[in-house]
T-cell receptor, first 115, second 115 residues
């Protein structure tokens, strides 16, 4: 079964607008962590934000926030005031609290920011 | 500057040859990882190491080998047994002190093409 689902293969947004990238996950473990990474065309994966399953508040890091809806098993990334440099692939990932606690990645969403 | 370096950036290999991808980190991280990324896909774990002289298979270890003789270095060898080695390879490292919140930081990647 797919652990992480990113249903939007591509998203378009105009500069300075906000955009939401969707991520749903599947786990029966009550303890888990959720991550978002950005991958520009250069290829390097850049860590953006982390949310723990027991965190009471939604995580925020600058222009990035994570809209965490535990009951719906969704962890959407919200980018406020989009910039041209935000154009990239975005990956959602999850770590469960079992065994090695490996990261499992979704297939990504390509974001294109237009002027 | 602290970070993760991978070399070479691009690598071409003839069928039947083994090649070794380099990964070095100066972040003093305990754990290191190798991932493979295919077009339109998320990352898949090849091997990981939590301590020097010890490493474990990930989800797609067949046709690959690693070593961890130094904390800073985790080279990946793509052997001739790997049936479809053309892909983008990413190395990552992390501390192991925050449990689920341990964040993996990535290198710039190596793009391997088999001719």
């Amino acid at each position: 079964a797919q652990k992480i689902t990113q249903t939007q293969p591509g998203m378009f947004v105009q500069e300075k607008e906000a955009v939401t990238l969707d991520c749903t996950y599947d786990t029966s473990d009550p303890s888990y962590g959720l991550f978002w990474y950005k991958q520009p065309s250069s290829g390097e994966m850049i860590f953006l934000i982390y949310q723990g399953s027991y965190d009471q508040q939604n995580a925020t890091e600058g222009r990035y926030s994570l809209n965490f809806q535990k009951a719906r098993k969704s962890a959407n990334l919200v980018i406020s005031a989009s910039q041209l440099g935000d154009s990239a692939m975005y990956f959602c990932a999850m770590r469960e609290n079992t065994g090695f606690q490996k990261l499992v990645f979704g297939t990504g969403t390509r974001l294109l920011v237009s002027p | 500057d602290g970070g993760i370096t991978q070399s070479p950036k691009y690598l071409f290999r003839k069928e039947g040859q083994n090649v070794t991808l380099s990964c070095e980190q100066n972040l003093n991280h305990d754990a290191m990882y190798w991932y493979r990324q295919d077009p339109g896909q998320g990352l898949r774990l090849i091997y990981y190491s939590q301590i020097v002289n010890d490493f474990q298979k990930g989800d797609i270890a067949e046709g690959y080998s690693v070593s961890r003789e130094k904390k800073e270095s985790f080279p990946l060898t793509v052997t001739s047994a790997q049936k479809n080695p053309t892909a983008f390879y990413l190395c990552a490292s992390s501390m192991l002190d925050r449990g689920l919140a341990d964040t993996q930081y990535f290198g710039p990647g190596t793009r391997l093409t088999v001719l």
